[in-house]
């Protein structure tokens, strides 16, 4: 589609997730391979949907969790093979604080796993020291269900990865695979964090980027820019730029707004509040033709299940068009006076490399959809099993 600006948006609503595949990434390949993210628990999840805590706040919630697991542990201590293994009372009673330890922990896990996250979520999963990180769309509801294991074989004809058998699971379309080069140095910190399971919210703002270059969220309009020089950046090179959007918030009447990480190679992100034309602007002059006829919005969410679950892709989740007639000679102006104040700067700008192009490996779509589907029939099923045993229940009752 010819004269077109495309956006993804990113739901203000949604949380954000950094999923470990256990200790030294071990089922890494598994959960990209399969499509899922999953976590070890000592119950089974409709243990899990039994426990109450609609309308308690978090901590309130954590501590039913954790008394319900730890009581669990105990009535169990005798499935436990470390303790019924253990030959004196000293290494039962060891066996028996390291089992209520990893109840508790995983009480935690399993709160956040099951209650909070939801479809719609994004999640990061890290690889072996964090050299890599898988960037994905959560599509399905928690389940217990084991699942298939594509087989690749290595050399030797055997499985070529590990296979996760974690109980608790969710499906997951992946959006892309990134280096630890292109991971944001601001989120480093988490890369060293324990927990299995981790909010991220509070990073929004630096995993937005990588998902998509162009996007939406909280009514801004995010443009990420690319600098990919290796060379030292001059003061005269980032001096033309910040002139460029000068020029161009003064001639159009608006501020566009920056974020800057400059280094060889960096990133310049622009955003500005519900006005789409200043980022077409900058991206026109910088990058070739002016795309200010039309604008096309991507819902994160809404398109990629769209896609996998109804085999057809409803990518435009919201067209806007703006009126020309008068105001596009106005416009045309404006911009023919922007071009010739940049035109003898773009030789400067250019030193610096810049492109507008998406970050990391995407992965093909059509190859998921096998998987996910089949977890989504599985949550179903799940769904009316719950359904027919509160039938009984209520019956019983």
Not at 54 to 72: C, E, P, Q, R, S
Not at 111 to 127: C, Q, R
């Amino acid at each position: 589609m010819d004269n077109v600006l495309n956006f993804v948006k990113i739901p203000d609503e949604i949380n954000y997730w950094f999923v470990r595949a256990s200790r030294g990434a071990r089922y890494y390949k598994d959960f990209m391979v399969n499509n899922f993210i999953a976590v070890a628990s000592i119950v089974d999840l409709n243990f899990i949907k039994k426990i109450n805590v609609v309308g308690l706040t978090k901590k309130d919630a954590l501590t039913i969790f954790k008394n319900k697991f730890n009581k669990y542990a105990k009535d169990t201590i005798e499935d436990y093979e470390p303790y019924r293994n253990a030959t004196t009372d000293t290494a039962k009673e060891k066996a028996k604080s390291k089992r209520l330890s990893r109840s508790t922990t995983l009480s935690k896990v399993n709160y956040s796993f099951v209650n909070e996250m939801k479809v719609g979520d994004v999640v990061i999963v890290p690889g072996k020291s964090a050299k890599n990180f898988l960037i994905g769309i959560v599509l399905s509801d928690c389940f217990d269900t084991d699942i298939k294991h594509e087989f690749i074989p290595n050399k030797k004809k055997e499985q070529s990865y590990d296979e996760c058998y974690f109980t608790l699971k969710r499906g997951v379309y992946w959006i892309k695979e990134i280096s630890f080069n292109e991971f944001p140095d601001k989120m480093n910190a988490i890369t060293n964090a324990h927990q299995s399971v981790l909010n991220i919210l509070n990073y929004a703002d630096s995993i937005n980027p990588l998902i998509s270059s162009n996007f939406i969220y909280q009514k801004n309009y995010f443009t990420r820019i690319n600098v990919k020089t290796v060379q030292d950046i001059s003061s005269d090179d980032l001096y033309y730029f910040q002139k460029l959007l000068h020029i161009v918030n003064e001639s159009v009447g608006i501020e566009l707004k920056q974020k800057t990480k400059i280094q060889s190679p960096g990133d310049i992100i622009l955003f500005i509040q519900n006005n789409w034309q200043g980022i077409s602007i900058v991206l026109g002059l910088l990058f070739g033709e002016i795309k200010f006829g039309k604008i096309k919005i991507t819902n994160l969410a809404t398109s990629i299940q769209s896609f996998i679950h109804k085999g057809k892709e409803n990518k435009i989740h919201e067209s806007i068009e703006y009126e020309k007639l008068k105001q596009e000679k106005i416009k045309t102006e404006i911009l023919e006076d922007i071009q010739k104040k940049f035109k003898d700067d773009l030789p400067h700008i250019k030193k610096l490399n810049l492109n507008n192009d998406s970050i990391g490996t995407e992965f093909v779509p059509e190859k998921q959809k096998e998987n996910l589907n089949t977890y989504r029939d599985l949550c179903e099923k799940t769904k009316q099993q719950d359904k027919k045993r509160e039938e009984n229940d209520e019956t019983e009752e």
